[in-house]
């Protein structure tokens, strides 16, 4: 004789409850992602998580010239007289960022809003005004205080 130990009901809720708490442990094993940057120009938006992250803490300072110097992964077209939208999560700009070209400083204060949009010819111009190659690595920079603590990186394609 076979005795039946859970009734259907009480099967359905056990795997149901089996189910919920190996899902919790997948997501629980895995990294938070970082926040995300965008670049819009006209309509075509890339997106990106962050080449170096510490999840909002400082980045060491021996890490930092490497990061900047990665390749960025995603790439957009610009036009010189198209507008580049930047775009950060919240929590990037609660802290403030800065735009880097090719690895180098581009502006001095930390700007604290979301959203910002500079013109395209911006990047492909040198201090004299004479266009300069065709490819520029744009790199934005979360800051905290004197810390940096997230690096993004995309490259603006200059087209005709």
Known sequence: MTVAFFSGKGRRIGVALGAVSAGLLVLSA??????????????????????????????????IQGCLNKKAEKSVEVAM?????????PEIADNGWTLFINGQQAEQEPY???YRSIPGSAFFSSQTG?????????????????????IWHFELKKTS
């Open 30 to 63: 895995c990294d938070k992602p970082t926040p995300l940057a965008t670049v819009t120009v006209g309509g075509n938006t890339v997106s990106t998580e962050a080449s170096c992250y510490n999840d909002g803490n400082a980045l060491k300072e021996s890490e």
């Open 130 to 150: 004479e266009t300069t190659s065709n490819k520029t690595q744009i790199s934005i920079v979360e800051t905290k205080g004197k810390k940096l603590t997230g």
């Open 112 to 114: 604290k809003k979301t």
């Open 81 to 89: 007289d198209d507008k580049v939208r930047f775009g950060v999560d």
